[in-house]
């Protein structure tokens, strides 16, 4: 049974991302109200400084229940200047549920280099791009196969401030499919690379290009 997600008084983190540093802060808020199409929040703060009310500003946000984290995006719609201020949000409909080491794969591509553990000659390295990339690793298109097993060092370029650097192993070889003449290599990436908060920030990520995606969806097909 879905636990409900949604309920007065439960607390709410808010997650803002700074553009040019790709560093996240966490905001505590509480849910006030729960309608039909808005919810209503305390305004979201951090070590006593609260975020500017900006109407039409887009809000990354998370709860838990039943000690899931689960990650939707919303919108604030107005500020309400009360004697217990608040920010009426649009209520949620996509949520995503994150178990603790669960990793959802985003079809993206994404500029990675591949550099050969303990080789220093560039002219190894093999610069490629992501067939789709998840928080335990990611499926490259290469030219020509590598081994199963090998290891490189995986650098991912995954906004122009955020670039992620981990160990990874082959683990999957696809030959081409004609009329296709490319490889795809699947790669894992090293618990010890990925800790909890990478993890999460990762999920994240994904999370907000799926959002992303449903909109552009939405507008184009209506």
Do not use: C
């Not at 800790?195 to 995606?213: T, V, Y």
Request: aromatic fraction near 10%; charge should be positive; charged fraction near 30%.
């Amino acid at each position: 049974m879905k636990p409900e997600l949604l309920r007065v008084t439960q607390k709410l983190d808010v997650i803002e991302t700074d553009p040019e540093t790709a560093e996240q802060d966490v905001y505590f808020s509480r849910i006030e109200d729960v309608g039909k199409q808005t919810i209503m929040i305390t305004p979201p703060f951090r070590k006593g400084f609260y975020l500017p009310p900006r109407p039409g500003r887009k809000i990354a946000a998370r709860v838990v229940a039943e000690k899931v984290p689960y990650f939707f995006e919303t919108t604030l719609l107005r500020y309400v200047p009360d004697q217990l201020p608040l920010w009426e949000l649009v209520k949620p409909v996509n949520f995503l549920k994150m178990q603790l080491r669960e990793n959802v794969r985003l079809e993206i591509s994404l500029k990675v280099t591949l550099a050969p553990l303990d080789e220093l000659d560039e002219t190894k390295f093999i610069k490629t791009t992501t067939k789709d990339f998840s928080a335990g690793g990611l499926m490259v298109v290469l030219a020509k196969a590598i081994p199963l097993g090998a290891k490189y060092i995986a650098t991912v370029t995954i906004t122009p401030e955020w670039t992620l650097t981990a160990e990874a192993e082959v683990v999957r070889l696809m030959p081409p499919q004609p009329p296709q003449e490319k490889y795809f290599a699947g790669l894992k990436f090293k618990d010890k690379d990925i800790d909890d908060k990478l993890h999460k920030r990762i999920i994240q990520f994904i999370f907000f290009k799926q959002a992303e995606k449903r909109q552009k969806e939405k507008e184009w097909f209506g």
